[in-house]
């Protein structure tokens, strides 16, 4: 098997031993975003929609980087610290999707996410 690790500087640098996406054929996996701006390095707290919108513009220069766009995009995987929160990263993340082509997703409520945000959204898409 052949995988090649994307990375750009459009989005945040990886927090950890690992890569932002890694190509295996046509397949793009793409590691979970957070909400952190990547031309200053800060996150983006408070509002959960800000936060989302972070994270989509984060997985777009991702995909970007990688010869695709949100089209692209077969599953994501949500997870939120607060399902209360789920009907305005739903709106938000919705947007990024033209003419209704949504990929496959689950969104999961968990106790915590890395560095305290509300908000992190990892993705496949294939070529």
């Known amino acids: 098997m052949e995988k ?6 459009q989005a ?4 950890g031993p690992y890569s932002q996406a890694v190509l295996s054929g046509n397949t ?8 952190v701006n990547p031309a200053t390095g800060q996150l ?5 929609r800000d936060e989302t919108h972070q994270v989509m513009k984060n997985l777009k220069a991702i995909l970007s980087a990688s010869g695709m766009g949100f089209g692209h995009v077969v599953k994501t995987t949500i997870f939120v610290t607060d399902m209360n929160n789920f ?4 709106e ?4 990024y999707f033209d003419n209704g082509n949504f990929p496959a997703r689950e969104t999961v ?8 945000v509300q908000v992190e ?6 070529k």
């Open 121 to 126: 959204i990892s993705m496949i898409s294939v």
């Open 44 to 48: 983006v707290k408070g509002d959960v």
């Open 28 to 35: 793009l996996f793409i590691s979970g975003q957070i909400p």
């Open 4 to 9: 090649q690790a994307i990375n750009t500087k």
């Open 12 to 15: 945040p640098a990886p927090i």
């Open 92 to 95: 938000i993340y919705g947007k």
């Open 87 to 90: 009907s305005d990263v739903n």
């Open 109 to 116: 409520q968990v106790a915590a996410l890395p560095k305290g």
